[in-house]
């Protein structure tokens, strides 16, 4: 499914930031809730981040306990694109990240779960070291 592709990822160390962008095909850019997620070595899927869409009436976002006051996540309608700011980064944070979509309704408050979305997309890898 590669209406949504992410990038951005990269190694970094602990401390670092880095931000990841979710970019999604132009005629596919009706999705009410967009999210990250992440998979680290050996781990299931964790549901990071979602956010809702202005144009469907509100920008609400939710986030993980994990990464609530480090990461921040934010779209840009007009480009098409949702971004992950990604600050303060611990090595826990290490996994491959990918972003999903939900429609028709709207994201499902708190943390991102995997069953309530239907489009995924490539993910990008993040590396945080020591």
């Known amino acids: 499914h590669e209406q949504l592709v992410a990038s951005g990822g990269g190694s970094v160390q602990a401390g670092g930031s880095l931000r990841l962008s979710c970019t999604a095909s132009k005629y596919n850019y009706n999705y009410n809730c967009v999210a990250w997620f992440r998979q680290g070595p050996g781990k299931e899927h964790e549901g990071v981040a979602s956010i809702n869409s202005v144009a469907f009436g509100d920008d609400d976002t939710y986030y993980a306990d994990s990464v609530k006051d480090r990461f921040t996540i934010s779209r840009d309608d007009a480009k098409n694109t949702v971004y992950l700011q990604m600050n303060s980064l611990k090595p826990e944070d290490t996994g491959m990240y990918v972003c999903?979509?939900?429609?028709?309704?709207?994201?499902?408050?708190?943390?991102?779960?995997?069953?309530?979305?239907?489009?995924w997309g490539l993910g990008t890898q993040v590396i945080v070291s020591t």
């Open positions: 999903a979509a939900r429609w028709p309704s709207d994201c499902v408050p708190g943390t991102p779960q995997k069953g309530d979305f239907t489009g």
